[in-house]
């Protein structure tokens, strides 16, 4: 919690330092599949607004500028993300989550993965179902 607080005063404290946001400022989305064809041509190569370029070198002398675009956004009396990260720490912090989280990246990354796991279920109900009518002796 103490991590949350600090991360939030210390973006208000470089928002006293920013300059004022010109009204010419737009954000686009791409179709994930214009994305796929050309990526080259949709990646950003000055500013990157959100997680998907986020730690990219050649993009952080842009970093005062994200900084002005959450500075105008309305936050009340708190840090605007304080509620949402708080949020998203107890949703991480429950078990079901993770392990679902985990079973998705390591076991079911692919078709293949569960068309095998429902393949194995089949058979091995079906053994079951085997072995049942070998002891009744049908």
Request: charged share 20%.
């Amino acid at each position: 919690m103490d991590d949350i607080k600090m991360l939030a005063d210390s973006v208000r404290s470089k928002f006293e330092t920013l300059h004022p946001l010109s009204n010419g400022c737009c954000i686009y989305r791409v179709p994930q599949g214009w994305r796929c064809l050309h990526p080259n041509d949709y990646t950003p190569k000055m500013v990157s607004i959100g997680p998907l370029h986020h730690g990219n070198e050649e993009l952080k002398a842009m970093e005062e500028h994200k900084l002005s675009l959450i500075k105008e956004c309305p936050m009340g009396t708190r840090f605007g993300y304080t509620n949402l990260v708080e949020d998203l720490q107890s949703y991480c912090k429950s078990p079901w989550h993770s392990w679902k989280a985990n079973l998705r990246q390591n076991y079911f990354n692919t078709p293949w993965a569960s068309i095998s796991v429902a393949g194995a279920v089949i058979l091995l109900v079906l053994t079951l179902i085997q072995t049942a009518c070998s002891v009744i002796g049908l």
